[in-house]
């Protein structure tokens, strides 16, 4: 009974069940099950305080409106999940090795489960129908992956990042793996036999990489027969 009476008044349950009844993050969680269900343009401020328990003011006062809580979750969505990927440790590693680190990361985190993570639904949102929340999702959680990814084509190329050559690369490869990421529902019908779990991703995430890798080493040797320009 001891044991149990501690438990139940340790600070740090204390501190967790603080966190679970602040208002912010009770309008956090609702706003985000509603955003993912609906997107930006059809969630209503009223839904969410509804789903939260609170008054429709409360959104306008803890986040001033509702582009400022959206513009929240992705920061904490980030934050949550930004120090899982190993931007300095693909920095490190040769160009070919960094892109596969890359590939793979990135379907471990956006691409591996049947119910996407919540930035992803709200990205299969914004793509059907962009809305004033776009702006948010490309720079939270859109150009930082484009930016890592730019870095290594440019390594690998032996080009800026920003080079039209580089750019084309980049969104290439994007491409591949936003089709996986979001087209889920369109390949269930396109391929209904095909069962895309953990270990069929994986095999997807080496196809892309072996793919990429083939058709940058053939724009590497283009690039090198082009005459040089001043």
């Not at 930006?40 to 328990?53: D, F, K, L, S």
């Not at 590939?103 to 949102?125: C, E, L, Q, S, Y």
């Not at 720079?139 to 730019?150: I, N, Q």
Request: aromatic letters at 8%.
């Amino acid at each position: 009974m001891y044991l149990a009476m501690r438990t139940k008044f340790s600070p740090s349950a204390t501190k967790t069940e603080r966190a679970r009844d602040d208002p912010r993050r009770k309008l956090m969680r609702a706003a985000s099950e509603v955003f993912a269900e609906l997107g930006y343009q059809a969630a209503t401020v009223r839904e969410i305080c509804a789903r939260a328990g609170h008054n429709v003011a409360a959104v306008n006062y803890h986040f001033g409106d509702k582009h400022g809580l959206y513009t929240e979750i992705l920061k904490d969505e980030v934050l949550s999940h930004g120090e899982t990927f190993p931007e300095k440790l693909v920095e490190q590693l040769p160009p070919e090795e960094a892109l596969r680190v890359f590939i793979g990361n990135f379907f471990n985190h956006v691409a591996n489960t049947d119910k996407p993570a919540w930035h992803t639904r709200v990205m299969m949102h914004e793509m059907a129908v962009p809305t004033q929340g776009l702006g948010a999702v490309v720079e939270l959680v859109v150009r930082p992956k484009l930016v890592t990814l730019a870095g290594i084509v440019s390594r690998f190329l032996a080009l800026p990042p920003t080079h039209p050559k580089t750019r084309l690369c980049v969104h290439s490869i994007m491409g591949q793996l936003v089709h996986y990421a979001h087209g889920r529902p369109t390949l269930a019908l396109l391929w209904p036999d095909w069962k895309i779990d953990a270990a069929e991703l994986e095999v997807i995430a080496n196809h892309i990489a072996d793919f990429s890798i083939a058709a940058l080493k053939s724009v590497k040797k283009e690039l090198a027969k082009a005459p040089a320009r001043g």
